[in-house]
């Protein structure tokens, strides 16, 4: 096949984005000879993913081979350091360290994962104070709260999602049929009363498993760094008076992960009005943006506009 389309996913979601980009992730590391690129066609009423340079391989082989990089992750390091991202700065420098030290041309995972987690450089303000404690991803949307860790969350999903979960979340409707670990990347994880039927502290958390755990692949390509003296999350900006907003671009040409790297980190994408011409004259089609919001200790994000 000249390409592998991601039909159940859309652009304009974010957990499904997340998923897109993870995936790319995912098989680049399972066939790194094969330059693997990704691109997106506007097809069914959305944005869809489609993978290219995998055209030798039946759709089943070329899932096998993403659930092996998947099943991997059972013992990646990065998830075992603590239950929540909320370390001493002490405690993260170690972590930092020790994946530094380990980190290998061919094996960088530890490394990327701890440095998309956040930096012990820049501490926690707690009432205008520093706290002591590490500054975090703004990707992370839970800290034990409710007994939802985000760490732990990370580590369940790698045991018990399996290759037909995959499957499902990329290539078949999302029927929301999987109960729990949600990672609170969707907009329809927002379960505010005032927007519910039902009180949502009865009604199950229902989720699509595959598109949670591939969305954690996408993590290294959205590392967290100081910047004028405090945290900064590729892809994310706080406006003065306003939320926590994360800007995501959809391209049109068949890009590798290095190009999508520096795609997700353009400036550009941050203004409040981006240059449509400039982006357009790299193959950026339409840009979505979400605002993050807080419900007492949960974190979420909205429904994506067009910018």
């Given at each position: 096949?000249?390409?592998?389309?991601?039909?159940?996913?859309?652009?304009?979601?974010?957990?499904?984005y997340l998923a897109a980009i993870g995936t790319l992730r995912v098989a680049t590391l399972a066939w790194p000879e094969k330059n693997v690129r990704l691109s997106w066609k506007n097809l069914d009423g959305g944005w869809r993913p489609c993978i290219h340079n995998c055209i030798d391989m039946d759709v089943d082989v070329w899932l096998a081979?993403?659930?092996?990089?998947?099943?991997?992750?059972?013992?990646?390091?990065?998830?075992?350091?603590?239950?929540?991202?909320?370390?001493?700065?002490?405690?993260?420098?170690?972590?930092?360290?020790?994946?530094?030290?380990?980190?290998?041309?061919?094996?960088?995972?530890?490394?990327?994962?701890?440095?998309?987690?956040?930096?012990?450089?820049?501490?926690?303000?707690?009432?205008?104070?520093?706290?002591?404690?590490?500054?975090?991803?703004?990707?992370?949307?839970?800290?034990?709260?409710?007994?939802?860790?985000?760490?732990?969350?990370?580590?369940?999903?790698?045991?018990?999602?399996?290759?037909?979960?995959?499957?499902?979340?990329?290539?078949?409707?999302?029927?929301?049929?999987?109960?729990?670990?949600?990672?609170?990347?969707?907009?329809?994880?927002?379960?505010?009363?005032?927007?519910?039927?039902?009180?949502?502290?009865?009604?199950?958390?229902?989720?699509?498993?595959?598109?949670?755990?591939?969305?954690?692949?996408?993590?290294?390509?959205?590392?967290?760094?100081?910047?004028?003296?405090?945290?900064?999350?590729?892809?994310?900006?706080?406006?003065?008076?306003?939320?926590?907003?994360?800007?995501?671009?959809?391209?049109?040409?068949?890009?590798?992960?290095?190009?999508?790297?520096?795609?997700?980190?353009?400036?550009?994408?941050?203004?409040?009005?981006?240059?449509?011409?400039?982006?357009?004259?790299?193959?950026?089609?339409?840009?979505?943006?979400?605002?993050?919001?807080?419900?007492?200790?949960?974190?979420?994000?909205?429904?994506?506009?067009?910018?």
């Open positions: 096949m000249a390409e592998i389309i991601l039909k159940a996913l859309e652009g304009s979601n974010s957990l499904a081979g993403l659930y092996s990089v998947l099943n991997s992750g059972i013992n990646e390091p990065a998830f075992t350091i603590s239950d929540d991202l909320n370390l001493s700065c002490l405690d993260f420098r170690v972590n930092a360290l020790d994946a530094q030290n380990k980190a290998q041309p061919t094996d960088r995972n530890y490394a990327d994962f701890i440095a998309a987690f956040g930096s012990e450089s820049v501490e926690l303000l707690k009432n205008g104070k520093k706290s002591g404690l590490m500054t975090d991803t703004a990707l992370r949307t839970m800290s034990g709260a409710g007994n939802q860790h985000f760490l732990e969350f990370l580590r369940e999903l790698t045991k018990v999602t399996n290759v037909k979960n995959i499957s499902d979340s990329l290539f078949i409707g999302w029927s929301y049929s999987d109960t729990g670990l949600s990672l609170r990347w969707d907009p329809a994880d927002d379960r505010r009363y005032a927007l519910r039927w039902l009180r949502p502290s009865t009604d199950p958390v229902k989720t699509e498993r595959g598109a949670n755990r591939l969305a954690i692949e996408a993590l290294p390509l959205l590392p967290s760094m100081p910047c004028r003296g405090r945290l900064e999350t590729t892809g994310f900006t706080q406006r003065k008076r306003q939320n926590v907003s994360w800007t995501w671009p959809i391209w049109t040409s068949a890009l590798n992960i290095d190009v999508v790297r520096s795609l997700l980190a353009m400036p550009e994408l941050q203004r409040i009005s981006p240059n449509r011409t400039t982006l357009y004259a790299m193959s950026i089609e339409e840009i979505y943006r979400s605002e993050r919001i807080t419900q007492g200790k949960f974190r979420n994000f909205t429904m994506a506009v067009s910018v």
